[in-house]
Structure formats: structure tokens, C-alpha cells
T-cell receptor
């Protein structure tokens, strides 16, 4: 069965600090996909990134970077030089090849960036 | 242009009523979903449809009945509403049913349902 754990319920930082959001997953599939979504206070869910299980290269997009490590079943998300607009709930999610495109979400991490 | 839209955005109703939430996507996707987000922000899949065919029914009470008149629309009808149905309901769509590259799900803005 697939499972995603985001152990950090809430994180609070001051603007310009770097922050890492942890995500640990469980799956029996060898082919799977990992995702991060952002849910700002306005409530919509915004897709940030998708990673497949065969691609462990880290990815950087502006101030965002993702560290995928199969050895520890982790897919962590780092925001560099955080800004107030980064305040949101961030969800990690998993989709297994054998489960079709169903997404299993973690519990979410509430990130608050203070000025 | 809105990719995935839902109506209404807010829905306040009394216990025991029947209500519907509509969802439409203009992305040309084959697969659509309903997710429920509870008061603790936990997101869980309820249903998925592929080309109007029900694929996933995730142990949801049968008071919830999805209907897909065509592959661009997936509506959610809820009978005999209960207090515990209060939540945010998200519609989503993806290119295809199978998990794969370029198959991320795009979500609608959500419908906040409050049952009094």
C-alpha cells in the first residue's frame, strides 16, 4: 500500500531563511511518481513538480529545489531565501504505476514565512 | 482561460438536503477525479472517471454519486447531507488514467461545503 508522511505539521521561518520540507514515502512499486503541490491561503492547489522513480537527479527551479533519494525513500523540498508569498500548505503526493493515476497525499506542512 | 472549474465555490446547506457540485475541464483530458479535503487539510481521493467510466470508488458512502455526462464534466451529487460532509471538495483532471510522465493532475479551485 502506498503512504506518504510529512512529519512537519507546521514550520515558521523569517523571510530570507532557507527552509526544507520533508517527505517520506512507502511503496512496493518499482515505478512510481512523486509530486509536490502548494496550497496558498486562497485555497487552490498548485502543481509544483513531478518526479519519476527512475530519475534521482535533483531539480532546481528558481528558489525551489527538490532532493529525491530512493535509498531513504525521501523527496524533500527546499525553498531558498524564503519570502512571505511562500506561506502556504505544501503537500507531497505519490502515484504508483499499479494504482493508475490515483494520488496519495501526505498530511501537508503549513509553512509560515514572517517578515 | 480556466483549466478546471467548479461551481459553486461556496455551498451552505442544512442537514438532510441534497446538493450537487459541478466540475468542468477544458484541457482535453480523459480522466477526472473528486478529492475531499477535511478540516485538518487532509486530502483523499473519492472517485475517478476515465472517459465517462467510473474507475475508482474509494469507500465513499453511497449518498455520494458522481456523474460524468461527457469526459469534460464530472459532477458530484450528495444526498441526505450530514454534518460530517462539511469539507472542501476538489475536482481534478489528468491527461490519462495510467500513472506516467506528463500525467500530473490539475485541480479546480475547490468547493467549500458547509452543512449546518
Amino acid at each position: 500500500a502506498q503512504k506518504v508522511t510529512q512529519a512537519q505539521t507546521e514550520i515558521s521561518v523569517v523571510e530570507k531563511e532557507d527552509v526544507t520540507l520533508d517527505c517520506v514515502y512507502e511503496t512496493r512499486d518499482t515505478t512510481y511518481y512523486l509530486f509536490w503541490y502548494k496550497q496558498p491561503p486562497s485555497g487552490e492547489l498548485v502543481f509544483l513538480i513531478r518526479r519519476n522513480s527512475f530519475d534521482e537527479q535533483n531539480e532546481i527551479s528558481g528558489r525551489y529545489s527538490w532532493n529525491f533519494q530512493k535509498s531513504t525513500s525521501s523527496f524533500n523540498f527546499t525553498i531558498t531565501a524564503s519570502q512571505v508569498v511562500d506561506s502556504a500548505v505544501y503537500f507531497c503526493a505519490l502515484s504508483e504505476e499499479t494504482s493508475g493515476s490515483r494520488l496519495t497525499f501526505g498530511e501537508g506542512t503549513q509553512l509560515t514565512v514572517n517578515p | 482561460d480556466t483549466a478546471v472549474s467548479q461551481t459553486p465555490k461556496y455551498l451552505v446547506t442544512q442537514m438532510g438536503n441534497d446538493k450537487s457540485i459541478k466540475c468542468e475541464q477544458n484541457l482535453g483530458h480523459d480522466t477526472m477525479y473528486w478529492y475531499k479535503q477535511d478540516s485538518k487539510k487532509f486530502l483523499k481521493i473519492m472517485f475517478s472517471y476515465n472517459n465517462k467510466e467510473l474507475i475508482i470508488n474509494e469507500t465513499v458512502p453511497n449518498r455520494f454519486s458522481p456523474k460524468s455526462p461527457d469526459k469534460a464534466h464530472l459532477n458530484l451529487h450528495i444526498n441526505s447531507l450530514e454534518l460530517g460532509d462539511s469539507a472542501v471538495y476538489f475536482c481534478a483532471s489528468s491527461l490519462q488514467l495510467t500513472s506516467g510522465p506528463n500525467n500530473e493532475q490539475f485541480f479546480g479551485p475547490g468547493t467549500r461545503l458547509t452543512v449546518l
